[in-house]
């Protein structure tokens, strides 16, 4: 299964919840390989000197490929465009990773609508909340009726915004236990099915 994480907005967290979903699925038995296509290169930089993973072309066939792309895309430009077909082709799950905030809503509507019009048959387009701060009324909100949502589904478990996440970037999985690492699992179980 080919999992990509996208939003052309940066600073959603793909490359993060790339890593928490790659890390957590190997911990599970799965075997896991990252494609990164950020000229970033920090999910390439976290499999080799933090989480020990491979990356795709490292070894033979994964059970699960984790797919990050670029923040920052305009998808207004044919280069960026042509760049993500066939990433957003190859995907079985493509997830679309935002803050619950109007503003980076708004801002996910051009990826929604790419990835629904070159999604392949049988894939699914599946929207992750990241960074939820579940004590504020923009973390609280409901989003499920917004119109430019239709089309997608939205995962019901979300990720909070919370230091273990932000430290497995630099401590690995070991930095995510307990209630942090059953979420993770939960939305892991949630993407496969």
């Not at 051009?110 to 387009?125: D, N, R, T, V």
Request: hydrophobic share 45%; aromatic share 6%.
């Amino acid at each position: 299964m080919r999992i990509t994480f996208l939003n052309q907005k940066g600073g959603v967290g793909k490359s993060t919840a790339s890593i928490l979903l790659g890390g957590v699925l190997s911990t599970a038995g799965y075997s896991v390989a990252f494609d990164d296509r950020d000229e970033q290169g920090s999910l390439t930089w976290w499999a080799r000197e933090v989480g020990h993973l491979p990356l795709v072309g490292d070894n033979g066939a994964s059970d699960v490929i984790i797919c990050d792309t670029p923040g920052r895309l305009d998808l207004s430009r044919a280069a960026s465009r042509e760049f993500l077909q066939p990433i957003v082709a190859a995907s079985d799950r493509l997830v679309i990773v935002a803050e619950k905030s109007a503003f980076s809503l708004h801002a996910t509507k051009p990826a929604i609508a790419f990835a629904s019009a070159h999604l392949k048959p049988g894939a699914k387009l599946l929207l992750l909340f990241n960074k939820v701060r579940a004590g504020t009324k923009v973390g609280r909100r409901d989003v499920r009726q917004q119109p430019d949502l239709a089309g997608i589904t939205l995962l019901e478990t979300t990720l909070a915004l919370a230091a273990p996440y932000e430290n497995v970037q630099t401590e690995g999985m070991s930095a995510v236990t307990g209630h942090y690492r059953e979420q993770v699992l939960k939305l892991a179980l949630e993407i496969l099915k």
